[in-house]
């Protein structure tokens, strides 16, 4: 069976619940609910896959929210005390605020706060190279970030521990409690790994010198729903033509003394016809870039990039791409 290459938007239970209705109209038979469940299930990989973005990301977990609260309600209809769906719902609002407002404040580079400290949060476990120790121990913890931990814990143990729920409103509470449960953690996550790169951004621009320069790189696809704050599942541009915007950022050396932080900021932008926004392309577009930036920036020699992607080119293949530059590709996810 081919799978028709479409956008979903709704959650699971309505669309199969749709789906139902559907077939009941046109009078056939279709699969039990846990059926049709499964095969969501599988569809969702290659749906999340191509979708990935910071924007998905963050409107992605405002839905997952969504979810939870249409969950806490079902539970109340199937008999949860008036008294814990308060808490949960409680729980559940701070949760959402935190995320929503107050987690970034909290991040930094180096803390003594388990949940805060993000070059802890972010090492690698399983890669040397994607690792930093810290030369502090982590001893404190902190009860407004492990609200979010502590909120999804609470909602899936209350919803374990109830037995009056038909055993088909339990597929759907299932499947829909972790699919929410994956999107906030991967909400969370974002904000670690947005306020690290901020971070390092910040420490390249401050110590530039003039022959070095900041690439930040990025499919303007991303850029454009943030405005409105759509999920990039709602933009319809994404099958047609794919720009790669590359900022690249050099200190300005004819500014006067008392403005020797101002900038430059060369934009190239790469136009695809065809051809798709993984590593494949950027991979091209970094080649065809290092070949024109001598002749736009003659005096750079060093570069630090800013790669939004999750991957990261290994080094030794940007370094023969042009001898001419040192690379130093910022490690910053
Ligand atoms: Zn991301
Ligand atoms: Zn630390
Ligand atoms: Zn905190």
């Known amino acids: 069976m081919k799978i028709p290459k479409v956008v979903r938007s709704i959650i699971s239970?309505?669309?199969?619940?749709?789906?139902?209705?559907?077939?009941k109209d046109q009078d056939y038979d279709?699969?039990?609910?846990s059926t049709l469940y499964n095969i969501l299930n599988v569809?969702?990989?290659?749906?999340?896959?191509?979708?990935?973005?910071?924007?998905?990301?963050t409107a992605d977990g405002m839905k997952a929210m969504d979810t939870l609260t249409d969950i806490i309600k079902k539970l109340q209809l199937f008999g949860l005390e008036e008294e814990k769906v308060e808490k949960l719902k409680n729980i559940f609002a701070s949760a959402n605020q935190h995320l929503k407002f107050e987690i970034k404040g909290h991040l930094a580079t180096s803390s003594t706060c388990l949940d805060h400290c993000t070059t802890f949060s972010l090492s690698d476990s399983k890669s040397t190279q994607f690792r930093s120790t810290c030369a502090h121990e982590h001893s404190e913890g902190c009860t407004k970030c492990s609200i979010i931990d502590k909120s999804l814990l609470e909602l899936s143990n209350t919803f374990q521990t109830?037995?009056?729920i038909p055993a088909e409103i339990v597929d759907e509470i299932d499947h829909d409690l972790s699919r929410a449960?994956?999107?906030i953690m991967t909400w969370k996550a974002h904000c670690v790994r947005t306020v690290h790169q901020d971070q390092a951004k910040q420490t390249v621009l401050g110590n530039l010198k003039p022959h070095q320069a900041l690439i930040v790189m990025d499919w303007a696809m991303k850029f454009l729903p943030v405005r409105h704050r759509e999920a990039q599942s709602d933009f319809f541009g994404k099958k047609g033509v794919s720009w790669h915007v590359?900022?690249?950022?050099?200190?300005?050396?004819?500014?006067e003394p008392e403005f020797k932080t101002n900038f430059n900021v060369h934009t190239l932008v790469h136009i695809l016809e065809l051809g798709n926004q993984g590593w494949f392309s950027v991979a091209h577009i970094i080649t065809d870039l290092l070949q024109k930036l001598p002749l736009i920036l003659p005096l750079v020699t060093e570069i630090f990039s800013k790669e939004r992607q999750r991957w990261m080119l290994p080094l030794c293949a940007i370094d023969f791409l042009h001898p001419k530059y040192q690379c130093k590709w910022r490690l910053a996810s």
């Not at 239970?13 to 077939?23: F, G, N, P, V």
């Open 30 to 33: 279709t699969f039990s609910r």
């Open 162 to 164: 109830m037995n009056s």
């Open 43 to 57: 569809c969702i990989a290659s749906q999340k896959k191509n979708l990935h973005g910071l924007d998905n990301t």
């Open 246 to 255: 590359s900022s690249v950022v050099t200190l300005d050396i004819e500014a």
């Open 13 to 23: 239970s309505r669309l199969i619940k749709t789906y139902m209705a559907y077939c």
């Open 181 to 183: 449960q994956e999107q």
